[in-house]
């Protein structure tokens, strides 16, 4: 059955901004974003990302963000960090838990961070031990679990396989990445329930794009199977430089609003929050792909 508590990971800052083309959206436009979201109720915010600036420009700036940010007592700031290099960037900055990658395509691998599946997972030993040492907490993805763009279908099975040995090397949860957003919701069901198998459903969380408009259907379905948290940007922010024609993760604000309407707890308030997702939307002279914040009005 469906739970009664969820947890929502707003990723806007570093999925939903990573892929903006054009100017660097300036510092203190990510650092207030990310407090205005804390405000409004998020207390797991993945901030920044420590990768290569070569390969994501907008994310150049990951430790100034995390440096400019006001903390939140119990609020989670977490940043994505793809080896060692950018664990000891997060590490430096304070994160409160790094993020490592990788998915169940060789091909999704190769175009988003230049090597094979079992090479991301050796490169992820010391990102690990070196987030041990500091008693950081260590959440994994696995992208392209529902599709690829190089390689079409993906097998659960290698879904399954990548999301254990994530778990193996101590990742205390791991998000299934339908990175371009191409699942249906007995498909995602399928999917889970084989990942089950590996890994026990309370560590697994959903992190949706929604492409195909098919985001909401697909948690609705593995919330049923025990999902309960929550992958979410704020107004649907973002793309995937390594897979075109990617849309966003599913709107937080459209999610809040189905939690509520399902009696599931989030702690979460939708009037501080909407207005956040048209803000940062005008900022960035993108429309707001959140239908509930649109529906909700503007500042
Ligand atoms: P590479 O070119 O194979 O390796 O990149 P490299 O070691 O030669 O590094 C290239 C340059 O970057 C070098 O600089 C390094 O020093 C530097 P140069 O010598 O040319 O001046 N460098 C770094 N700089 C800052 N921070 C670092 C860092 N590491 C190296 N940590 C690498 C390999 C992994 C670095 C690169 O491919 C990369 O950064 N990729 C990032 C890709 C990325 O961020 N993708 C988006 C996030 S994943 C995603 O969105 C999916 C997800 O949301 C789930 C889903 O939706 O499915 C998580
Ligand atoms: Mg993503």
Known sequence: GLPTKARIVEVGPRDGLQNESGPVIATAIKVQLINRLADAGINHIEA???????????MGDAAEVMAGITRKAGVTYAALTPNLRGAEGAIVA???????????????????????????????????????KNNIRIRGYVSTVLGCPYEGEIDPAQVAAVARELLDMGCYEISLGDTIGVGTPVKARKMLA???????????????????????????AVMQDGVSVIDTSIAGLGGCPYAKGASGNVATEDVVYMLNGLGIETDIDLEKLVPVGNWITQQIGRSNGSKVGLALGCE
Not at 194 to 218: C, I, M, S, W
């Open 48 to 58: 920044a990302s420590f990768v290569s600036p070569k390969w994501v420009p907008q």
């Open 194 to 220: 084989r990942v089950a198998h590996e890994v026990p459903v309370k560590q697994l969380a959903a992190h949706f794009h929604d492409t195909y408009g098919q985001a909401l259907a697909n948690l609705y």
């Open 94 to 132: 304070r994160a409160d838990e790094v993020a490592i990658f990788s998915a169940a395509s060789e091909s999704f691998t190769q175009k988003n961070i230049n090597c094979s599946i079992a090479e991301s997972l050796e490169r992820f030993v010391p990102v690990i031990e070196a987030a041990k």
